[in-house]
């Protein structure tokens, strides 16, 4: 869960108090799933009003992407 949700996976970081894996990671899970269905993935090539260009990052919560264009722009 934590790898599909891009958080860091160092045990300390993903970790509650009690040592074992924070339930809000497995609480958020679904949603997380659903909302990222809907972005475009990663790596494919699109066409946007500024030129072609291939998806380079997703931001699931704030349901934005990151396009870096055959022009080098981002």
């Given at each position: 869960?934590?790898?599909?949700?891009?958080?860091?996976?160092?045990?300390?970081?993903?970790?509650?108090?009690c040592g074992?894996?924070?339930?809000?990671?497995?609480?958020?899970?679904?949603?997380?799933?659903e909302?990222?269905?809907?972005?475009?993935?990663?790596?494919?090539?699109?066409?946007?009003?500024?030129?072609?260009?291939?998806?380079?990052?997703?931001?699931?919560?704030?349901?934005?992407?990151?396009?870096?264009?055959?022009?080098?722009?981002?």
């Amino acid at each position: 869960m934590a790898k599909e949700q891009n958080l860091a996976l160092n045990p300390s970081k993903i970790s509650g108090v009690c040592g074992r894996l924070m339930c809000c990671l497995s609480y958020e899970f679904p949603t997380y799933m659903e909302l990222k269905k809907n972005l475009p993935k990663v790596g494919k090539h699109i066409v946007t009003k500024q030129g072609k260009g291939k998806i380079i990052r997703q931001n699931v919560l704030n349901q934005t992407i990151t396009v870096e264009l055959e022009e080098g722009e981002k």
